[in-house]
Structure formats: structure tokens, C-alpha cells
């Protein structure tokens, strides 16, 4: 099966390169068939990790198409079409994407770093130093942790906003990565303040000025970080992306961090996907947040209890935790969550769905989804190919 559903989800890669980069399904349907930051740099992490060359030169176009569309003020394309000559650029639907900015910078870090290119950090600095100067402009209040609005990332129905954890991660790994170039004393020591600034916010029984003390106060914290606070409170929701990339990027002690390996092995393993959702609980009709949830689409209401973020699962979620599985050591585990995904993958002869309906197994979003596949070939090439991302 491993075989298999690696060689298809390269197959897939395959289908969706475009002259421009990645493009996010090879579904015809229109606004899949852009090169998305998000989704483009994790395509092209999985086009390193194949170590195929036409999908490599594929990531590489991908990341030459969101520089020459960079906004004035630093701003990169959420999305870019270009088609009959006409091209069309989106920052942002109901809100600007943050992490447009963050996955760019980590994709022309690991591009370069693949390829051992310095010249191509180079050439790219003017992009990457407007990029992180935005990110600078962002914490409005200067105390390190970036503002996110509502809609302002991958999970752009949900109900995250302020200061969500997964964004905060994404401009760690960012920085780390430009600065395994750069070296600069003044970048490491900005790594270590926003560092200090998730632990003593997102952590019980921290030491520190907090951003909220008072609704820090009122969380009840459980065994990994909460998604996102803002001046209204806080979010506790369990985010499955952002507590990958806390392990991956080895933030908090190893205790905390087998904590959250923990957690999220036990919740996998209750789903009949066996893979992890997004954002778990679901928000339901009778919850707080139900209205902020209900009212946040420009289109139509997808995020139904189980579904999409709201408790959906994706596969390219599930590879994130894979990789940070990998990062512990934990190979068996990885590999049982390999396995889960491909199976997902495979569904209807290999279609590669967006995600999932956690309690059904229905699938849901677009098919021949390419970060989807990514997720495997990702996953794959780490366990059996020793593929090493930088982080």
C-alpha cells in the first residue's frame, strides 16, 4: 500500500505543476486551480523530500510567482492565477492571509537549503526583509506576538483570531530558518522572546507578565497549548497543526511535549479515520462561538460539527503530525499514521480528498487535492528516506 499510494501521490504533484507552480487541485475548479503560498510550500516541501527535479523546478517557479506578486508593503499573495494571459492576485478574502507571509519565507529557507544555494536567500532577501518587517508591524503592540485577524490563515472559516498559536509557530520556524543563513545574534534573540511570550500565554502555571492575565486566569488548560486568545478570551480548542509544529519545533520541555504526542495519539486513535482532526471539540449550535463560526463564510457555510476545521480531518494535517512524530523518534507511531493516511488517500481510487467527516469518514472539499498527497510523500520520504526538513 505504502508503494502505492506514494507513487500516486507523486502522480498527483505531477498533475497539478503548472508553469507558475503548484497548483492546489488538479480538480477543475476555478479557485483551486491558483498557485496558493500555503499550499505551494508544502507541495514543494514534499517536491524536496522526493527529490524528483521537475517537481523541485516546480517548487521553485511557485516561489518566483508569490516574489514577483509581492505587495509593496510586503504583503505575498495568498493566491495567484494566471491564465490566457490574464493574471489575478488575492491577498485575502474576508481578511488578509498571515500566513501567506510566514510559509514563503520558510519555502525559500528550505529551497535554498536543499539545493545549498545561498545565492538564492540572495536574491530573495529584499521579499524575506519587507516579509518580516510586516510581521514586525503586525504585533501592533510590539510585545513580540503577532495579531491575527478572524479568517486570517489556512483556517480561514474558523473561529481562531488575536493571537493564535499557529501563526506565532509559523514565524518561529521562519525565522529560524532565515537565520540558519543569516546568523544574526539580534534574529535568535527575537526567536527566544517569542518563544517566551508562547510559553508564558499559552501554558498553565507559567512565570511571567501575561498578555490577559485575567482570562489566562479562567483557562482551564489541558495537555497541549489552546489554539488562540484575543481581548475577548481565550479558544481552548485542541489545533492539531500548530501542536505538530510545537513538537517539531521542540518548544516547551519534553514533558509538556510527550504530553501533547499523547493527547493527540489517544484522540487519533477514538476516530474512525484514525487520523487527528483540526480543531477538536467541534463547536455546536448550542456553544459560544457557534454564531462567530456560523457567519464567517463569503460563500456557503461549510464548517458543520465534524467537518472542515471544525472538526474535519485532513490529511495534510495528519502529515504534520507524522513529521513531528519523526522528530521524537517515534517511527512506529509515524508509520501507523502514514498508513491512516494513505488509506484516507486512497478513498475512491485514489482522489485525494481535501478532509474528512470525522464521525462519518465522508469525505468533503475538493478531490485530487495536492498538499493531500504532499502529506504522504512527506511523511514517506522522512521514514524511509531520512529526509530532513529545516527547523
Known amino acids: ?4 499510494a506514494y507513487h500516486k501521490a507523486i502522480d498527483l504533484l505531477h498533475k497539478v505543476a503548472s508553469p507558475y ?11 483551486y486551480k491558483r498557485v496558493w503560498a500555503r499550499d505551494g510550500v508544502i507541495c514543494g516541501l514534499a517536491a524536496l523530500a522526493s527529490g524528483d527535479e521537475k517537481l523541485i523546478a516546480t517548487f521553485k517557479k511557485t516561489l518566483e510567482t508569490l516574489a514577483k506578486h509581492q505587495h509593496p508593503i510586503g504583503t505575498i499573495p495568498s493566491n495567484v492565477l494566471v491564465a490566457d494571459g490574464k493574471i489575478e492576485v488575492s491577498y485575502g478574502g474576508l481578511a488578509g492571509r498571515v500566513d501567506a507571509v510566514t510559509w514563503f519565507i520558510i519555502g525559500v529557507c528550505q529551497y535554498a537549503y536543499y539545493k545549498s544555494d545561498v545565492s538564492f536567500i540572495s536574491k530573495h532577501n529584499p521579499e524575506i526583509e519587507k516579509c518580516f518587517g510586516l510581521l514586525d508591524a503586525w ?6 506576538l503577532v495579531y491575527v485577524p478572524l479568517s486570517g490563515n489556512w483556517a480561514d472559516e474558523y473561529i481562531t ?4 498559536l499557529y501563526d ?6 521562519a525565522l529560524k530558518s532565515y537565520n540558519y543563513f ?3 545574534e539580534a534574529i535568535q534573540e527575537k526567536i527566544e522572546s517569542i518563544i517566551f511570550q508562547i510559553e508564558i500565554n499559552f501554558m498553565p502555571d507559567s512565570k511571567g507578565e501575561k498578555y490577559h492575565e485575567r482570562a489566562h486566569a479562567m483557562v482551564n488548560f489541558e495537555d497541549f497549548m489552546p489554539c488562540s486568545f484575543s481581548p475577548s478570551g481565550y479558544k481552548t480548542q485542541f489545533d492539531a497543526f500548530a501542536n505538530s509544529l510545537l513538537v517539531l519545533l521542540n518548544i516547551g520541555s519534553t514533558e509538556f511535549q510527550n504530553k501533547i504526542l499523547n493527547y493527540a495519539l489517544s484522540l487519533a486513535s477514538e476516530t474512525q479515520l484514525g487520523l487527528l482532526p483540526a480543531f477538536w471539540p467541534p463547536v455546536f449550535e448550542t456553544d459560544e462561538h457557534w454564531n462567530l463560526l456560523k457567519n464567517n ?18 490529511p495534510m494535517v495528519n502529515g504534520f503530525f507524522g513529521l513531528a512524530l519523526i522528530a521524537k523518534d517515534e517511527c512506529q507511531k509515524a508509520t501507523s499514521v502514514l498508513e491512516k493516511i494513505n488509506e484516507a488517500n486512497a478513498q475512491n481510487e485514489f482522489s485525494f480528498y481535501e478532509n474528512f467527516n470525522t464521525q462519518t469518514t465522508a469525505p468533503n472539499g475538493v478531490s485530487l487535492c495536492a498538499w493531500s498527497a504532499a502529506a504522504s510523500v512527506l511523511v514517506h520520504q522522512s521514514l524511509h528516506h531520512n529526509f530532513k526538513i529545516l527547523v
Open 1 to 4: 500500500m505504502n508503494n502505492t
Open 21 to 31: 507552480g503548484f497548483l492546489a487541485s488538479a480538480e477543475n475548479t476555478t479557485n
Open 139 to 144: 504585533e501592533f503592540n510590539n510585545k513580540h
Open 161 to 164: 483570531d488575536g493571537y493564535v
Open 168 to 173: 506565532q509557530l509559523l514565524r518561529i520556524w
Open 182 to 184: 543569516a546568523k544574526s
Open 297 to 314: 463564510c463569503k460563500y456557503e457555510f461549510r464548517n458543520y460539527p465534524y467537518e472542515f476545521h471544525n472538526g474535519g480531518s485532513w
